[in-house]
């Protein structure tokens, strides 16, 4: 097989011989096509995907996907406080600076007290610390697992209209095409949306009617569907993204006689393939009709992530609230050892103590 990206990237070395993940790895993508040459996946991934993954880094930690390779990377947001917190794929919200706190006391020691995301981190800080007031460790470091208390209140946002998110997009709905046996001259419009040649958005938003059958309400599922349809002459995709991303593409005009249909539907907080499926029927007016979007579909996506937020942020509070019930357990037998006592009730009254400390239950 040719590399599908042929003619967009330098250096494009022809032959398809790489693995590509058609929804990206970052989101929680699973299926692998061999469509790319090495050259012409890489830079996809750097030029395109990683956009994507940035603006969906949040979503993929507070959904609870799981990668195939590697953890979703920390994600800094100011909330509404204006301070900047970490949300953490283990169900953590941490501050996202360190803070250091330096003591002397009456026999002159200084103690160092440092708050950081890894105690690595926080070894750094005390040697820089040491080292610049050319002082030397009395003691050990001692490392303590602190939750801090961050409530879920800040907004999020997208910017569809960002040229790596919005190519990404049609890729994965091209090279899910062009993978499945659909030849290149079929899916023009998205391949001259991709090489820059065409400025014009080949894809709309699409909120309707669900076009999905059976959808798993609870999971934020991802979609991938194409359809070559022989009468209306048109090839074109319906992508999903988290369950409230819905956007049809238009790839090409279709030159074939054959009506043919590909789908692919995942759970991406297990990774496994859904077996649902998708009424997809679109006329050429209606597919051309999304491609210019009125305010009220736009507006229809907020409306569907505000309502579906709660439902797909479960698993992570789930792991949340593990977190937190760890934490004032180890901190109540922490503070027992210290008073000598060993009474059951006292140590679930700690627990209990602890626990309302964070905010978790307001
Ligand atoms: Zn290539």
Known sequence: ????????????????????????????????????????????G???????????????????VARERGDSPNEMILNN???????????????????????????????????????????????????????????????????ESYSLDFSISFDFTDESFARSLVKMAYLYA???????RNLDSAFAYLDGESKEHCFGPCYKEDLVINRPEEVPIHVVVVKCCAINKIVYGYLELFGFIRVIVKL?????RENLMFKYFLDPTTGEELNIDINLDLTIEEVN???????????????????????????????????????????????????KEENIQAYIFLVYKNLSSLNIFN
């Open 178 to 184: 062009y993978s499945s046996g659909i030849e290149g």
């Open 81 to 147: 406080e204006l301070e900047k917190i970490l949300f953490r794929e283990d169900g953590t919200i941490i501050a996202s600076a360190p803070k250091t706190n330096i003591t002397e006391d009456n026999n002159g020691e200084i103690h160092i007290e440092v708050q950081s995301a890894s105690s690595k981190t926080a070894k750094q800080i005390i040697s820089g610390f040491l080292k610049k007031e050319n002082l030397y460790a009395k003691s050990e470091i001692e490392y303590r697992e602190e939750l």
């Open 46 to 64: 750097d030029q395109w995907d990683s956009g994507l993954a940035k603006q969906l880094n949040l979503l993929s930690i507070l959904f609870s």
């Open 1 to 44: 097989m040719i590399c599908g990206l042929k003619g967009i990237f330098e250096k494009c070395s022809l032959e398809a011989t790489s693995e590509e993940h058609i929804i990206p790895n970052a989101i929680g993508g699973r299926l692998k096509r061999v469509c790319l040459c090495r050259n012409c996946n890489t830079k996809a």
């Open 252 to 256: 090409g005009d279709y030159i074939g």
């Open 289 to 339: 009709a999304i491609l210019k979007p009125q305010r009220s579909e736009i507006e229809s996506f907020n409306i569907l992530l505000e309502s579906k937020f709660n439902l797909f942020i479960k698993k992570w509070n789930k792991k949340r609230l593990r977190k937190a019930i760890e934490w004032a357990s180890c901190k109540a037998s922490q503070e027992l050892n210290q008073s």
